[in-house]
């Protein structure tokens, strides 16, 4: 692994046909590996967009050694992909904002039955519980140890848990560790960019 040359799926779910014009420059821009593939998939529910987005990466002529997840409303910085693969870590992810108050962080330390945002300050790398998967970049390994589906939106006693958080437990159990760098801070867009900016503090960036 450590002389590995990856090559990657980039992967866009869509709920809808959506997607911002912002998302489409930042994807454009991206910094990437030589050996990588755009993949976008339009047409079901999220969490059966991103399996048959896994599916597809499993199955691709590359033989891709990861996916990177970027959702439709997700604004990357250049150098995203290419600073979360040199961590080579199975599971790793940037932090976006929630784009409704209270914009709290998407990742998650479990507090009892809760769920608690991580904090800004401390370290650039974080071990988690759960993390959303808006921009989310996971190796091969890890879903061909889990077994499908990876991704499942599912309603329990406590409430509904959404796919990402799903796959977040399921990987745990297999013993992956869910790590975020909280210096890698996208863009989330509703009607304007929620980020983060000085001091780890939420920050609004205007859209026009």
Known sequence: MKDEIPRVVIAVPLGSPFIYWRTVAALLEMERPLESDLMVFQGALVDRARNYLINQMLNHPLDPTHIFFLDADIVPRTDTLMKLLRHRLPIVSGLYRKRLPPYEPMAFLKRGP???????????LKTVDTVGAGCLLIRREVFEKIGEPWFTSEWRTEGHLSEDFSFCEKAKKAGYKIVVDVTITPLHLEPMGVGTGPGGKVAFVPMN
């Open 114 to 124: 809760f769920l608690k945002p991580i904090a800004m300050k401390g370290p650039r």
